[in-house]
């Protein structure tokens, strides 16, 4: 009889370790989280009118996806680089490969971020050679290494160098500026739209208020296309 | 018999860390608690997560579970004063043990970023190893024959 008294103290604790644990798991799953809020956030919200031809910024994903979020970014914005890092890789890979999504980068280096013109620069001059977002992962990811630095163009050079691009074609490209007035005019759409901070996302035309992070551009899409189901009637639209 | 106590707390600790880590890599979750910094969202997504195709987190679901189902069933009347459950958990932990290392390893000289979780695994195994290496050691064997 002595000796079961330890064992059911220690089994008491087993059982409470685990019932609190599976209580943490189930509080971090997106069971407790309502997706109903975005549909409503999406519904209130202008839809704006992309020129599209002139701006058309790097693209990734189906063609025929319902969804499209245009994101308009800085590469020296830490905001920016935060969701690059902590959102990105989810939504490249469990999104984009649904064809429910398809994301449109727009470079919109800020005023007075000095450092960032070079970083848009070689993005696009990457993006010429097709590895656009593997470029982007690699300024946003190190953003800490070259944002702060007199000559940021020679480190974020290393990066090309890293992702795999041709380098001469890719010194031309930035010796020339030959990717400028791709930026410059991703820049004039934003600043028609009345993008004023970064990033700055538009879910099928209509701006969202804030920052997006995985959880609600998930249930955005599952709203707006759900996986294997018809697509739902759009939310009435306000055009301006 | 207390060094197999601890085995099952520890081996519980990482089957609980082991599960949070498996449902976010198959979407369950939707962010990590992990500072913010992004360092366990890249250790997560990068193509080091997977080993064989199948999750890295899998497997240590499947380890600390049979580490757990052994300190227990070690705890049993049939098996307590025996070597056999300590001699089986000091084996599979050394196993988990070689094999944090190595995932460690990419984490530090390729990856380049520390998953926290990811680390605490790798601590709790290592702890199992040493607490069932000491059991083997004090637990009584039956006189021989």
Known sequence: MAARRPMRAFY?????????????????????????????????????????????????????????????????????ARFAILEWPEIQQRLIPTGRLKWRFMNFPLQGHTASPPAHLAAGCAGEQ???????????????????????????????????????????????????????????????????????????????????????????????APAGGAKRAAPPARRR | MRHRMAVAVLALLGLLASAYLLLYKLGVVGSLACGGSGACERVQTSPYAQFLGVPVAAYGVAGFAALLAVALAGLRERWVDRATPSRALAAMAGVGVLFAAYLTYLEIAVIHDICRWCAFCALLITAILVVSLLGTRSVNRPPSR
């Open chain 1, 12 to 80: 008491l604790t087993l059982g409470i370790i685990a019932v609190l644990g599976a209580l943490l798991i189930v509080w971090q799953t997106r069971l407790l989280r309502p997706a109903r809020s975005v549909t409503e956030t999406l519904a209130s919200a202008p839809v704006a009118s992309m020129s599209g031809a002139a701006a058309t910024g790097h693209v990734l994903g189906s063609d025929s996806a319902p969804v499209e979020i245009v994101e308009f970014a800085d590469f020296e914005c830490p905001s920016c």
């Open chain 1, 130 to 224: 097709g590895r656009f977002f593997e470029m982007m992962d690699a300024i946003f990811n190190r953003q800490n290494e070259w944002a702060t630095e007199r000559n940021p163009a020679r480190t974020i050079r290393d990066y090309a160098k890293q992702v795999g691009l041709d380098m001469s074609r890719f010194d031309a490209c930035v010796e020339t500026a030959h990717a400028k007035p791709g930026v410059d005019a991703e820049y004039a759409e934003g600043e028609r739209l009345g993008v004023n901070a970064t990033p700055t996302f538009f879910v099928n035309g209509r701006e969202w208020p804030g920052l997006l992070n995985f959880d609600q551009i998930q249930a955005i899409v599952d709203s707006l």
